[in-house]
């Protein structure tokens, strides 16, 4: 495994991260669950997401179970904070009863004293960001957590985020985008800002939500339980599922095989060509996707390749900044 170090902290991460979104507590029962992240682990990722509404705090609850035993100095746990958890008129957002709250709540579901990353699941324009800086700067201090960090916040944000913790002595030090060879859209800003401000992407869907596995085919039926067929993954696949996008992905197996590569592999490989990213998020339903896709770590695609690859996708690549946070 290949660590990094995420911004300008002393805090390595492995370059992928192992994430249960849609899985732990939804699609995947306990048991695989565990079996997933002992495979990462094995694997070496040391470094694992995830979030307080995700599956209504039921994967925070099956990843705590999962890491239990684990020795706490020797992994990276994050969680985020903002969409709602409950009906009540304070269970979400970015406010200061909710942020005080979420977290306790965090830690008691993941049996943890603290986690090494807390982010702002996306920004609030609903709050003053004073007050929700002013929160995070007091669960640092309090020892919840090490750091903060956002995600899917525009570069105007992530600025003055940024100075508002450096003034309450607090290091913002991460940003959670979507980025993948098909959604590019954090490259024009977002990526310069966070290389100024000292702060790295950690990115999810770097495989485009299963897309960029070859395994759709243009014109074909959908696999059976794949991430396009269930209720929550099909609004994210959306937007990848045509056939002009399925025909140039199926152009890259070559490309990949080149470096004797997986498809999916290649898409790893290829976010974590960006320097500005520290991990990439990978997410499983079966120990064998762990281990597959963790061997894109470490992995130089010469600049040859990374040009060809271009060729091939950037005509059908979004990559505008004002979808950032859409």
């Known amino acids: 495994m290949e660590f990094r170090r995420l911004g300008r902290s002393g805090l390595n991460v492995s370059a992928i991260s192992y994430g249960n979104w849609l899985t732990h507590g939804s699609q995947i029962e306990q048991e695989m669950a565990e079996r997933c992240v002992a495979a990462a682990l094995d694997a070496g990722i040391t470094t694992f997401d995830t979030a307080d509404v995700y599956a209504n705090g039921a994967a925070e609850i099956a990843l705590g179970k999962a890491l239990k035993g684990q020795p706490r100095h020797q992994i990276e746990v994050f969680t985020k904070v903002f969409f709602p958890v409950g009906p009540g008129q304070n269970d979400r957002g970015l406010g200061r009863k909710h942020i ?9 579901r993941l049996q943890m004293d603290y986690v ?3 982010q702002a699941h996306r920004y609030d324009d609903s709050v003053p960001l004073e007050e929700t800086m002013q929160a995070f700067a007091d669960i640092v201090r309090a020892g919840k957590a090490h750091y903060i960090g956002v995600s899917e916040w525009t570069p105007a944000q992530l600025r003055a ?5 450096r003034d309450l002595g607090i290091s913002l030090i991460g940003s959670q985008p979507q980025y993948s060879m098909l959604w590019r859209v954090i490259e024009p ?9 000292g702060i790295s992407q950690i990115v999810w869907s770097p495989i485009a939500q299963g897309v960029l596995t070859g395994k759709y085919l243009p014109g074909g039926e959908l696999p059976s339980g794949s991430r396009a067929t269930t209720e929550n993954g099909s609004g994210f696949i959306a937007k ?3 056939d002009d996008v399925l025909e140039r992905v199926q152009q890259l197996k070559p490309l990949a095989a080149e470096v004797d590569l997986s498809l999916a592999q290649l898409a790893v490989a290829w976010v974590l060509q960006n320097r500005n990213v520290a991990s990439a998020i990978i997410g499983a339903s079966r120990p064998e996707q762990v281990i597959e896709n963790v061997k894109a770590a470490g992995v130089v695609l010469p600049e040859d390749l990374m040009r060809r690859i271009d060729a091939i996708i950037a005509p059908v690549a979004e990559g505008s900044p004002a979808l950032v946070a859409k």
């Open 189 to 197: 800003e977002v990526v310069p800002t966070c290389e100024e401000l």
């Open 100 to 108: 005080m709250e979420s977290i306790d709540l965090s830690l008691r």
């Open 116 to 118: 090494d990353l807390y």
């Open 240 to 242: 990848f599922m045509r």
């Open 161 to 165: 985020g940024h100075a508002m913790a």
